[in-house]
């Protein structure tokens, strides 16, 4: 994880270096977005393969200064209905957050090797086999 940071912390001072900010704004903002994401994937070159979203510093500082020390996991175990819970095994939030909210909903737990938190980009193959076969396991049941 420290030398994923570090990688991509030297791309990001080429990139400012670089002079594409004034040569091509499109490029520039494309990669600055992808730099900042790029720490989510197991494989930081993945984050090219992400659709753009923009976040804004103010509204998500706001937010979670608003969830203070909110914790819903006590609650999750009043929800009855089927659940699945994915989580990517290199994903930089712990697993152990995935592995509390399976717990307390008393849900299936399915960890992707080689993905970070973006696993329909990383690895769409075993998050869509992991979902249809609890699709199929959910029809099932009566």
Known sequence: MAARQQAVAGERTALQQSGLAA?????????????????????????????PFRVMGRVQQSVWESLADYDIRP??????????????????????????VTWELGAE???????????????????????DRFLDATEADP
């Open 23 to 51: 040569r091509d704004p499109d490029a520039y903002r494309q990669r600055a977005f992808e730099l900042s994401v790029a720490g989510y994937f197991a494989n930081p070159e993945r984050a090219h393969d992400l659709t």
């Open 75 to 100: 609650q999750l175990s009043n929800i009855h209905c089927p659940a699945l819970v994915v989580h990517g095994r290199q994903d930089p939030v712990p697993i152990a957050s995935s592995e509390d």
């Open 109 to 131: 737990l399915v960890a992707i090797d080689d993905c970070g938190h973006v696993p329909y980009v990383e690895q769409p193959a075993a998050l869509f086999t992991a979902v």
